[in-house]
């Protein structure tokens, strides 16, 4: 069965960096769309960043810049390296695979998630 675990949230100040990992298992990793969202307390889930089977990647706007996705194939891990952090970018953060799909369309027909790792950024 497909399961995703993060690690690496924690509590930082403003400015400070972290990054997440998340371990996948149980489908074909490298071959399927990955992605990591994030939910603010009292807000609806956003996707922060996509990474294809290609590679190729995409972000919201409001981590352009301060935010990179990357992954391992041969370790089966999708990071978050997160720079220039903001009280904003508190929440609880989500590792997404949408098994099925090499490309990120958005739709998300198969979606599997992780239970979640917390970002606390402190002013």
């Known amino acids: 069965r497909v399961q995703l675990v993060e690690s690496g949230g924690g509590s930082v100040q403003s400015g400070g960096s972290l990054r997440l990992s998340c371990v996948a298992s149980?489908?074909?990793?490298?071959?399927?769309?990955m992605a990591w969202f994030r939910q603010a307390p009292g807000k609806a889930r956003e996707e922060v960043a996509t990474?294809?089977?290609?590679?190729?990647?995409g972000y919201a706007d409001s981590v352009k810049g301060r935010f990179t996705i990357s992954k391992d194939d041969a370790k089966s891990t999708l990071y978050l390296q997160m720079n220039a952090l903001k009280p904003d970018d508190t929440g609880m953060y989500y590792c997404a695979a949408d098994v099925g799909f090499a490309r990120c369309t958005g739709r998300w027909v198969n979606r599997y998630w992780g239970r979640g790792t917390p970002v606390a950024v402190s002013s």
């Open positions: 149980g489908y074909g990793f490298r071959d399927f769309c």
């Open positions: 990474i294809d089977s290609a590679g190729d990647t």
